[in-house]
């Protein structure tokens, strides 16, 4: 009797733990070839100049039918780039070029059978569920995340504030502005440093003392 319980209580749970509207990944991808298509639509030569594709996140709208995507598409493209982005509070840099995404992230509307550069579409209210996505998906660096382990903490404040005191250097990704050069789309918010987490656009100590009050949730990002 136990035994029956126990396989009636494992059936409900597979019914129970992805809510209907979760994006689920799947070993198919399922809108490669229209990615194809619309690469060599934005400059690349064939099929063949795509590297890498993938399907991150899936989105469903209220009927249960899907209405977005969110991709990673990266193709040959002979010019290389250096610019970031601003994605909330996450910085998105690129040193190579991407065609058709600048950044490599784009989005496919289901729908409409569109793609739109990720950068393009982030901040407006087009894709409901967009930026609960990008965090999901861990897109990026946190601002004030030093020791890149996708984290706030009292080690980012411990880093600034050594490197303050001139006992380490900052990262060399930390210097945005300068290594990175160009901000995408040209309306996306300034960022100087990725140390930057006052947005003073200096680092000082000010950064450390923000890292502590976000590590101890008395600031939300």
Known sequence: MKRIISVITAICLCFCIVPVSAADTQEKLLFKDKFCRY??????????DVLSYNE???HYDDNND???????????????????????????TQCSGHVPFVLGYGVYDVKSDTFTDLGLVYNTN????????????????????INDDDMISVKDATIIQKTL???VDYPDIDDVANRFKNAYPD???????????????SRDIGDATTVQKIAAKLIKI
Do not use: C
């Open 66 to 92: 899907m209405d977005w995507v969110l991709v990673y598409g990266k193709t040959w493209y002979e010019t290389a780039q250096e610019v970031y982005t601003v994605l909330g509070n996450r910085v998105v």
């Open 39 to 48: 690469a060599s639509w934005q400059g690349s030569k064939n099929y063949e």
């Open 126 to 145: 087009r894709y409901k569920g967009l930026k609960e996505a990008v965090e999901m998906q861990k897109i990026g660096t946190l601002i004030g995340d």
């Open 187 to 201: 309306h996306m918010p300034f960022v100087t440093y990725l140390s930057d987490t006052n947005k003073n656009g």
């Open 165 to 167: 005191a001139g006992l």
């Open 56 to 58: 991150l996140y899936y």
